[in-house]
């Protein structure tokens, strides 16, 4: 039996669907910033106030479930047993309860599909939001696994030592770390030896729709535009700040869920209960005035509206896979160690 899907998550006015678009955003060059994008404690008060309205929270983690999901699956890739991996950014322990569904990759052969739990010894969630982290502290979820919680004072700073994690994994939370590189460095450090870093995070065209039509709406009614989306780091950029923070065999790809809403509204709503609201340094106080919210409406579901009158919002994902480098890690072949030569498999003629 698989686990669940996005659909257990749902309410019944969103919809999924997935698509391919291609944008591209600016993410700072690695190194100590220069400039601080977002203010780590509003996006701090933004996570405590959302946890503290426990069912609306839950009721609006169908994203990040289903994400979670996506990426514990990609476990099942590495015929390992983890010790000791780290959830970095564990927000409510997406994670944490993914890892105790049924394995999705049943084996004909036997009657019961075990969690993937069962390879994973320990797992510590790392969150700088204390209600948020143990808002599910008492779901039964938590008797399925060994999880230990511990509470940051900021994402931007690990407190472990060197060579500590089995594995280290991330789910949409690294989307609001200002120095990306320096982050991807102490995880890095933090693992041992040959050992994978598995993420997900929003990219650069997430919730395009909502960007352009609050900027076009913004300039009909105000005059200017203000930015109220946050700036996302692109796909191109994250193969080139993960090699630079020393990881090897790289993986990196997109994939797109687009969640249908019955008005704007009611998706600026499940972001600010999600704990994803703006929180870039310099934005406007208060909230976004009423006549750019409702030009904003009619702008969005002229330019970007369903047939059937709902609207879309894209969720682009991030996936990425690096590995610490090791002394038993595999290593390409040396130049001119082939034995077959590619137009024989290929055809065709001469090769030059």
Known sequence: MRPPTLQHFLLPSRIIRQTSI???????????????????????LQKE??????????????????VAIRLSERLLDINRHFK??????????????????????????????PPLTSRISQL????????????????PFNQD?????????????????????????????M????????????????????????AAMFGGDTLYELRTSLQLADQERRGGVSTHVSPLADVRDMGGL?????????????????????????LMQDLQAMGESNAVLGREAGPIQRDVLLANEGIYRELHGNEDGTLPATFRMIYMIGWK??????????????????KDILGGGEVK
Request: aromatic fraction near 8%; hydrophobic fraction near 35%.
């Open 325 to 342: 480098e090791g002394p038993n890690q595999a290593q390409p072949l040396p130049r001119g160690s082939g034995q077959i030569n590619i």
């Open 84 to 113: 000791h991996v780290l959830d970095l950014g564990a927000n409510s322990c997406n994670i944490a309860r993914a890892l105790t569904l049924p394995d999705p990759d049943l084996d004909p052969s036997k009657s019961t599909s």
């Open 22 to 44: 291609s944008r591209g955003y600016a993410v700072q060059a690695p190194g100590n910033p220069t400039l601080q994008i977002f203010s780590r404690h509003t996006k701090y």
């Open 124 to 139: 510590t969630a790392a969150e700088s939001s204390r209600a948020l982290l143990y808002r599910d502290a008492d779901l």
């Open 145 to 173: 696994i060994n999880l230990t919680r511990e509470v940051l004072s900021d994402e931007e700073t690990l407190p472990f030592e060197a060579n500590t994690f089995d594995a280290v994994l991330s789910s949409l939370s």
């Open 175 to 198: 989307h609001w770390i200002n120095d990306l590189p320096s982050v991807l460095a102490q995880i890095n450090y933090v693992l041992k030896p040959d050992a994978p870093f598995i």
């Open 242 to 266: 993960l090699q630079k923070a020393g990881f090897k065999m790289l993986t990196v790809d997109v994939d797109d869920i687009i969640v249908d809403y019955p008005d704007s509204f009611a």
């Open 49 to 66: 106030r959302a946890a503290k309205d426990v069912e609306r929270s839950r009721q609006v983690d169908y994203l990040k479930d289903e």
